[in-house]
């Protein structure tokens, strides 16, 4: 009985390095926000993250009275591949 294994090439299973990319994130509006002080207005901003040491912010939307804000706004988040 013959060992085919021997016969095969060994496969490089060495993992790839990690790439740079960049998540851009697009806000336009906000809805349903809840008034949250005593003249029943809200300042409202977006803020987004994926490490806890790193946060990204909108600009705010000061005395917002319908819960609804509008952005125009792009946050460009680098991350890293796994």
Known sequence: ???KASNVDPMDITPEPA???EIRLVIWKTR???AMDWEGTS???VRAFLDPDDDYL????????TGKASFNWRLKI???SL
């Open 32 to 34: 349903e926000i809840e």
């Open 58 to 65: 909108t600009d705010t939307h000061w005395r917002c009275t």
């Open 43 to 45: 300042d409202v901003f």
């Open 1 to 3: 009985m013959t060992n």
């Open 19 to 21: 790439l740079d990319y």
């Open 78 to 80: 680098p991350c890293k």
